[in-house]
């Protein structure tokens, strides 16, 4: 009797062991867009500007263990000692990102798209890629916060230096929501 006891009790545990240490896997929603700051100087960036943007999500448990309900599970989701945790693509994907400034630049009018003159990254320190290609990197982007840093490149060159810019970026969605957030006056100076 007390083998059968201690066997039902392993099986028992075995079994809360496997389920808490289940992958869990999450579906990410793009929440909200906001300016952070900008330099205006270009005293250590290679002769750019940067404006620095914050990208906020929002998680929802799609598949966890057999014990922990969507209601208990981490609002963000976080690295696992047993298991894993996963984040799903966006579901409303980055469809179309812009980036536009109000006055002319040397080689841009106001109002145009300037990814072809600008480039990003997601950390100031990391290496840049040309904006064309950012809509891919957005939607693939596997960030356990509920908010990730993205930043956008300006080379100085296209930008006079006795004057105030303005910069908005709109990122749209394939269900057509769009997020904007837009720059305080900058005034450049070298």
Do not use: H
């Amino acid at each position: 009797m007390k083998q059968k006891l201690l066997i039902i009790a392993l099986l028992f545990s075995s079994f809360i062991i496997y389920s808490c240490c289940k992958d869990k896997v999450y579906d990410r929603t793009l929440t909200n867009l906001k300016y952070i700051f900008t330099s205006d100087t270009n005293s250590s960036f290679e002769n750019k500007m940067f404006i620095r943007f914050e990208i906020n999500q929002d998680f929802k448990l799609v598949s966890s263990n057999y014990l922990v309900n969507e209601a208990l599970a981490d609002a963000f989701p976080k690295p696992s000692s047993c298991g894993s945790n996963s984040l799903n693509n966006f579901q409303d994907p980055i469809s179309e990102v812009s980036l536009t400034c109000d006055k002319n630049l040397t080689n841009a009018t106001a109002g145009t798209d300037l990814k072809s003159i600008s480039e990003y990254s997601f950390s100031y320190l990391s290496s840049t890629k040309l904006m064309i290609d950012i809509v891919n990197d957005l939607n693939s982007v596997k960030n356990f916060n509920g908010s990730f840093d993205f930043f956008t490149f300006i080379p100085a060159t296209n930008l006079d230096k006795s004057d105030f810019y303005t910069f908005t970026l709109k990122i749209k969605t394939v269900s057509g929501k769009e997020f904007v957030a837009v720059t305080k006056p900058i005034y450049w100076k070298k």
